[in-house]
């Protein structure tokens, strides 16, 4: 019995010590107030060959409210541009509560580079000020797209790109002539998942939870917000659609810390 005792206590001295060294590490990585890359790779045989390879740089929920912000993104929109990606795609919210130097952020965002276009949907944040924002990002050169779906050709093949608003409604978005066509669903909020799942849609990128800010292992993230309830942080598939949420740029500024979801913006690369 007295050996099962201590077995315990060393049991639990070094879980603890795990949890602690835990604790340090994240208090360390917040400390430094970075963005991560974070590189996912998704595979698909309903792929067209052709786009075996392609990149796309997600961005998500920059939620700017002062101008450290924005030499913040402007270093990370460097990174970006460094990866030579195809695509760039941008999930929603640019800022936090209020617009501030509307033409500082569009040329901060104009100078994210892409070979294939720069596509938008606006987050809740976004339609308080639709107008606004719609016209930042078209300043900076995306297209923004309000429930509707745009063709994306890449050499001598073609992938359609879906982008819902909260209000969006995508069956008919998709009929008889493009329900073989692979497909991506740019949608800001990511509970649209169940909706989006039951169509011939192959991903769908989301952001707006910020990845429920603290994570537990083996249960996810713990903060949950409208319309991101049921999936907040990480990959999720179901019926053969494949869900992939971001982190986000940036915390809101009601909420000062995280627990493993690192703010990030996300590099995709599509794969037969």
């Known amino acids: ?37 974070t590189k996912t ?9 052709q786009f075996n390879g392609f990149t796309i740089g997600y961005l998500s929920d920059l939620n700017l409210s002062e101008k450290n912000d924005l030499t913040r993104l402007n270093s990370i929109i460097q990174d970006l541009n460094a990866k030579n990606l195809d695509m760039i795609l941008f999930g929603g919210d640019i800022f936090n509560e209020s617009s ?50 745009r063709n994306i050709y890449y050499k001598e093949d073609i992938i359609q790109l879906i982008g819902l608003e909260n209000t969006g409604d995508c069956s008919g978005l998709i009929n008889e002539t493009n329900e073989k066509s692979y497909k991506i669903a740019l949608i800001h909020q990511p509970d649209y998942f169940k909706e989006i799942s039951q169509y011939s849609i192959q991903l769908q990128l989301s952001g707006h939870t910020l990845g429920g800010y603290y994570k537990i292992p ?31 740029f940036n915390k809101e500024s009601s909420e000062n810390h995280r627990f493993l979801t690192r703010d990030e913006v996300n590099i995709i690369t599509l794969k037969r």
Not at 218 to 241: A, Q, R
């Open 218 to 248: 083996f249960i996810g993230g713990i903060e949950t917000k409208d319309k991101g309830e049921n999936y907040v942080n990480g990959k999720h598939t179901k019926n053969k659609t494949t869900l992939l949420i971001s982190n986000g």
């Open 100 to 149: 501030f130097e509307n033409n500082q952020v569009s040329k901060v965002l104009k100078k994210l580079q892409s070979h294939y276009g720069k596509f938008a949907v606006l987050g809740d944040k976004d339609q308080n000020d639709s107008s606004t924002c719609s016209n930042i990002l078209t300043e900076a050169g995306f297209e923004v797209l309000h429930n509707e779906v």
């Open 1 to 37: 019995m007295k050996k099962l005792i201590k077995k315990f206590k060393k049991l639990f001295l070094i879980v603890l010590c795990a949890l602690v060294a835990l604790c340090i590490f994240q208090w360390y990585e917040q400390s430094q107030d970075r963005c991560s890359i």
């Open 41 to 49: 790779t998704f595979t698909e045989n309903s792929l067209p060959k």
